[in-house]
């Protein structure tokens, strides 16, 4: 009776220490990571296509080109460091781009990005890290 109530205890204890997304295999390791949901994208089987065509989109109708001192529009190319945190908010890490007016656009519109839906890493919420190269 003693030892099946040691191994009973034994079973409940590591069932609940259990994460959902984490599968260990002998002395390999395996964590489960998901990439953050645009909203409106909950529903789609393929979530990274919804994800970037939204992104896509997002771009084309918030970019608003900055002008020059002549009232021309500035054209050019930067690239957007950004990180979706464990709420969902978008931190806009860097921009690095050859104009200043191009880059400051650029961040104005990222920052502008919906919150979403966070990614997760071992079933539990994660920030996770993009690099977004853009030719405007």
Known sequence: MKKIL???MFLAASAGFAQEGVKVEGNKITVKESAPVWPGCEDSNETKKCFNAKLM?????NYKYPKNDDGDFIRGKAVVKLEID?????VVKAVEGDNPKVNQAAESMIKKIPKMKPGTRGGKPASIKYTIPLTL
């Open 6 to 8: 040691i191994v009973f």
């Open 57 to 61: 989109q997002h771009i084309r109708e």
């Open 86 to 90: 464990e709420s969902g908010e978008v």
